[in-house]
């Protein structure tokens, strides 16, 4: 089936600086992946949409500026937190809609990130 | 606005039993509705999709009913087993496979 990497799963950065969260599609092109965030024992929250070759659609109340998302290829999108504060802390998940598929949708494992 | 409501609290069964999950939502007409399985640190698995002119849908142990008219899914488990225990998603979509919008999910507990 389809296979969503996303890397790191696990990161530890200092206020104020910037992290890089990679998501990869192993076996299928995706012109559009998600970004969701996740906060302990809640559910996902979709931050943008982001498609392949164009600008990112940012949710509403989502800084573009703070969540930058790059989607320079058919299997790899990345999201970096600039600036990142610990209330950037949480957990982020990345999907690939994968068009083959019945249900479109392959996540990734998610990234837990802890600013310090 | 859109809201999707699960029931917040955890679900506590025993094994052998069947789980019964609620999905309800409210200012939404979704073209399909998908289940998830999410475990601790991970990320969602994807169960079953439902879509708006189907009642319900099975796949082994898991089955799967849409009330567009109650705007209400259940999800059901049967012989639950302790592998079980996790965070249930719903998930509700429009057409085109455009963005998913989430339930707030339910933790089921199967205990042995």
């Known amino acids: ?116 | 606005s859109q809201k999707i409501e699960q029931n917040s609290e955890a679900l506590n069964i025993q094994e052998g039993k069947t789980a019964t999950l609620t999905c309800n939502y409210t200012n939404y007409s979704p073209a399909y509705l998908q289940w998830y399985r999410q475990d601790p640190g991970r990320g969602p698995v994807f169960l079953l999709l439902i879509r708006e002119n189907e009642k319900e849908k099975r796949k082994e142990r898991l089955k799967v009913t849409f009330d567009t008219t109650l705007k209400q899914s259940l999800f059901h488990i049967t012989a639950s087993q302790p592998a079980d225990s996790a965070t249930y998603l719903c998930a509700l979509g429009n057409t085109g496979f455009q963005k998913l919008v989430f339930g707030t999910g339910t933790r089921l507990l199967v205990s042995p």
Request: hydrophobic letters at 35%; a positive charge; aromatic letters at 10%.
């Open chain 1, 1 to 116: 089936g389809a296979v969503v990497s996303q890397h790191p799963s696990r990161v530890i950065c200092k206020s104020g600086t910037s992290v890089k969260i990679e998501c990869r599609s192993l076996d299928f092109q995706a012109t559009t992946m998600f970004w969701y965030r996740q906060f302990p024992k809640k559910s996902l929250m979709l931050m943008a949409t982001s498609n392949e070759g164009s600008k990112a659609t940012y949710e509403q109340g989502v800084e573009k500026d703070k969540f930058l998302i790059n989607h320079a290829s058919l299997t790899l999108s990345t999201l970096t937190v600039t600036s990142a504060h610990p209330e950037d802390s949480s957990f982020y998940i990345c999907s690939a809609r994968d068009e083959g598929a019945l249900y479109g949708y392959t996540f990734g494992s998610g990234t837990r990130l802890t600013v310090v």
